[in-house]
Structure formats: structure tokens, C-alpha cells
């Protein structure tokens, strides 16, 4: 499966945008699918997260209340809607996807098969 990620840009503190998770090759209908994001210096940090069936999702506290994770079987995408940015939310955010997957881990990295390349996201103060 290759991933494509895109949406990322520049934004105003406040502002919003929608991040897009293309797949290619393969199906992400029994696929998890993450979203990532690294920022200079930092560690690569579990964003958001959905399960295969959307049943199960994962929102780092930072993030809570002001993103939505979606998933479009039918079209093979993944989204992450993100609102009311902040200047910290500034990252290069990365799409993954994984074939197996406890729920428990869906925040950590190590856990997922297929990573994009990152789109840039940045929140001018």
C-alpha cells in the first residue's frame, strides 16, 4: 500500500485545514490508519488515530476537541480535520497504515506497515 499525504499549508493561529490521506496499491478497508506528526527536534507523536471500521479512535490530548479523524473506505481516504490551530501544532504530519493492530497501541508508530511522506503544516502566531 503507498500513502499519500496532502492539505498541509500555511494558516493563521485559529484557523483550519484539512488533512488528506490517499492509498494506493491496496485497500485501507481492514486497515488502521494513523496520523503522525514530527516537529523539528521532537519525536514523531501519534496525532490521531481511527481503526479499520472506525469504530475505535485515538486523540492525543493536545489535539482534543479541535481535530476529527475520518475514514472513506469507499474512496480509500483517510482525513484529518483540524480546527482552532495553534502555533504548537506546527509539524510535518505523516499518514500511516497498519494490518494488524491492538487498540491500545494505535498512538505509537512502531505499531504501524506503511507510512507517506509528510505534508507540512504551519501556524503563523
Known amino acids: 500500500v503507498q500513502l499519500q499525504a496532502s492539505g498541509g499549508g500555511l494558516v493563521q493561529a485559529g484557523g483550519s485545514l484539512r488533512l488528506s490521506c490517499a492509498a494506493s496499491?491496496?485497500?485501507?478497508?481492514?486497515?488502521?490508519v494513523g496520523w503522525f506528526r514530527q516537529a523539528p527536534g521532537k519525536e514523531r507523536e501519534g496525532v490521531s488515530c481511527?481503526?479499520?471500521?472506525?469504530?475505535?479512535?485515538y486523540y492525543v490530548d493536545s489535539v482534543k476537541g479541535r481535530f476529527t479523524i475520518s475514514k472513506d473506505n469507499a474512496k480509500n481516504m483517510v482525513y484529518l480535520q483540524m480546527s482552532s490551530l495553534k502555533p504548537e501544532d506546527t509539524a510535518v504530519y505523516y499518514c500511516?497504515?497498519?494490518?494488524?493492530?491492538?487498540?491500545?497501541?494505535?498512538?505509537?508508530?512502531?505499531?504501524?506497515?506503511?507510512w507517506g511522506q509528510g505534508t507540512l503544516v504551519t501556524v503563523s502566531s
Open positions: 500511516a497504515a497498519a494490518l494488524r493492530i491492538i487498540v491500545s497501541m494505535m498512538r505509537l508508530p512502531s505499531s504501524y506497515d506503511y
Open positions: 496499491g491496496g485497500t485501507l478497508d481492514y486497515s488502521a
Open positions: 481511527i481503526s479499520s471500521n472506525g469504530g475505535a479512535t
